[in-house]
């Protein structure tokens, strides 16, 4: 009960506070491989008026975004960057908004060879870039290699791992992608060093974009200011923590978006977002933590809240190559065990998330319920802290726990850290701008901090190889498991789905029992339109296609 009031006194100040601040502001095998056991509900639009004509043309949406990392396509690894680029660029295929399948876009047929090695792209026809060039085969080839390139290679790069001669062009000994070959300009073989279920479920990522030579000859390293994409929209202006411009492609291969451009509105604060949200300034944004039964019952905005369970993870990595978290798994289980995760959920998320229970969230088809068995036990935490060698916490160093600021996660941070006192663990929180804090991670310059892993194809493999293969830079707990290793690299070339789902589930348990992250909640979206925006679609992935938008005003 102690945590509980601690965190509702959070919450209560946290509102006091932002109640001023409202007042005194008034002036992120076949045609389809995918078989996601999804319900029905996975994508959801706000609910609408009925609008008394069909689609306008015009206008331009604005949307509320923090700093992104890169637009470039294959350095595009957050939420902030890929939100845009998704509508400057289409993949060979996309994710359907309700079902989640994998289908076709810039693909129109495809060939498996019967060994599941060889895979044969046949590209649409007439596709052409921003600039008016058009796309073919060979700009498939250069992208996918300018990734895996050791002298260019992107952060996303292992997404290509398993593509033959992938290793070669990491280690440098090879200038060309052996198996990414463009038979004429619309035709793209890809084979692979190994079978690979889900190879089709990943081409929808970002880093599977097509990117024109000439424009990295051109700009280089400034390229990401000057982005130029197939999409229904192309880019205009990036300014800094500002904002972004895009307008729509009068030259696109489908029919064309009915917005006339896109406002990417650069904020630091998702409160502040909130407040022009309401001064009819933004179009779409974010319900601070703290608002959302507020929102909800407020007569003008609240039909228009898109409240949904996401297949996001939000978790406290615990770096296990450094002290105190390293060569100690009773430390790493009793921080676990402290963390009040129902109390954030219900009191700080105002029920929006919900406890997560291991690492594949709710919707993935494999989820399994309560894969990791934790839950919130301080006599349980207090009998392994004293195990771990540190009996009420004694002789613990602080541990510094870093979140990323702009978007309410203090408040949890805040809530952990009245838990950890309650059995002598001193926890100091430290925020950092979003860039920053992935940045020391990355470099291990912080080992304790907040992440949120959201899926970008809707597989277990997403949410088990990246974070946890020993290869991949996107496993910031520094896990090292060659038997993991060995097990992801099985699962993905395990043919037969049932059979690849217990294996992947296998390998979830296996990793929960290392206890490598603190588990904090599965995402709920706590996302908002404005009334007058029709045909607006958040999938069950926080993905959205704002070439079907138009605004009703």
Same mark, same amino acid.
């Given at each position: 009960m102690a945590a509980m009031k601690k965190v509702q006194i959070i919450v209560a100040l946290y509102m006091v506070i932002a109640m001023a601040v409202v007042f005194a502001g008034c002036a992120p095998q076949a045609p389809v491989v995918q078989e996601p056991e999804i319900e029905t509900e996975d994508a959801v639009a706000a609910e609408e008026p009925v609008a008394e004509e069909g689609p306008k043309q015009g206008g331009t949406m604005q949307i509320y975004i923090h700093e992104p990392v890169s637009l470039d396509p294959p350095n595009c690894y957050e939420s902030e960057g890929i939100q845009v680029i998704r509508q400057v660029w289409d993949g060979l295929f996309e994710y359907d908004p309700e079902t989640l399948e994998t289908k076709p876009a810039l693909v129109e047929?495809?060939?498996?060879?019967?060994?599941?090695?060889?895979?044969?792209?046949?590209?649409?026809?007439?596709?052409?870039?921003?600039?008016?060039?058009?796309?073919?085969?060979?700009?498939?080839?250069?992208?996918?290699?300018?990734?895996?390139?050791?002298?260019?290679?992107?952060?996303?790069?292992?997404h290509l791992a398993p593509i033959v001669g992938y290793e070669a062009l990491q280690q440098g000994t090879a200038d060309t992608f052996e198996g990414v070959v463009a038979i004429d300009d619309y035709t793209l073989q890809v084979t692979l060093q190994y079978p690979f279920a889900d190879f089709i479920n990943t081409l929808g990522h970002v880093v599977f974009y097509p990117v024109a030579r000439e424009d990295i000859?051109?700009?280089?390293?400034?390229?990401?200011?000057?982005?130029?994409?197939?999409?229904?929209?192309?880019?205009?202006?990036?300014v800094h923590n500002q904002y972004i411009v895009l307008e729509r492609n009068e030259d696109y291969w489908r029919e064309n978006a009915y917005l006339d451009g896109v406002k990417y509105v650069i904020m630091a604060d998702e409160n502040t977002a909130f407040l022009e949200f309401q001064a009819g300034n933004l179009d779409f944004a974010q319900v601070p933590v703290g608002q959302v039964n507020a929102t909800l019952a407020d007569p003008e905005f609240g039909d228009h809240v898109i409240i949904k369970p996401t297949m996001m993870?939000?978790?406290?990595?615990?770096?296990?190559?450094?002290?105190?978290?390293?060569?100690?798994?009773?430390?790493?289980?009793?921080?676990?065990?402290?963390?009040?995760?129902?109390?954030?959920?219900?009191?700080?998320?105002?029920?929006?998330p919900s406890p997560a229970t291991g690492f594949v969230p709710p919707g993935v088809p494999g989820f399994q319920e309560n894969a990791s068995g934790v839950t919130y036990d301080p006599?349980?935490?207090?009998?392994?802290?004293?195990?771990?060698?540190?009996?009420?916490?004694?002789?613990?160093?602080? $541990?510094?726990?870093? #979140?990323?600021?702009?978007?309410?996660?203090?408040?949890?941070?805040?809530?952990?850290?009245? @838990?950890?006192? *309650?059995l002598g663990v001193n926890i100091e929180v430290e925020g950092y701008e979003w860039g920053t804090m992935l940045e020391k991670g990355q470099r291990g310059e912080i080992n304790f901090y907040r992440l949120g892993w959201q899926a970008a194809y809707p597989t277990m493999d997403y949410f088990l190889y990246p974070l946890f293969h020993s290869e991949s830079p996107d496993n910031f707990a520094g896990y090292n498991n060659p038997e993991v290793d060995q097990l992801l690299e099985e699962a993905r070339s395990t043919l037969d789905r049932e059979a690849r789902i217990a294996k992947y589930r296998e390998i979830e348990k296996m990793v929960l029992n290392d206890?490598?992250?603190? $588990?904090?909640?599965? #995402?709920?979206?706590?996302?908002?339109?404005?009334?007058?925006?029709?045909?607006?679609?958040? @999938?069950?992935? *926080?993905?959205?296609?704002?070439?079907?938008?138009?605004l009703d005003k």
């Open positions: 047929d495809y060939d498996i060879s019967d060994d599941g090695l060889v895979y044969t792209f046949y590209l649409r026809k007439g596709v052409n870039f921003h600039n008016g060039r058009e796309l073919v085969a060979d700009d498939f080839v250069y992208a996918w290699t300018r990734a895996a390139d050791k002298e260019t290679a992107s952060y996303l790069a292992y000859e051109e700009h280089g390293e400034q390229y990401a200011q000057n982005i130029n994409g197939v999409g229904p929209f192309q880019f205009v202006e990036w993870l939000y978790f406290y990595v615990m770096n296990i190559n450094q002290p105190p978290f390293r060569d100690n798994v009773k430390l790493r289980q009793a921080i676990a065990h402290m963390i009040d995760k129902q109390n954030i959920c219900e009191v700080v998320g105002e029920g929006v006599q349980r935490a207090a009998q392994l802290l004293e195990e771990a060698g540190y009996p009420q916490g004694e002789g613990l160093p602080t $541990l510094k726990l870093g #979140y990323n600021i702009g978007a309410s996660h203090e408040i949890i941070a805040e809530a952990v850290q009245a @838990d950890a006192a *309650e206890h490598v992250f603190a $588990l904090i909640y599965f #995402y709920g979206s706590r996302r908002i339109v404005q009334p007058y925006v029709r045909g607006f679609v958040l @999938d069950s992935m *926080e993905h959205y296609d704002l070439r079907n938008v138009w």
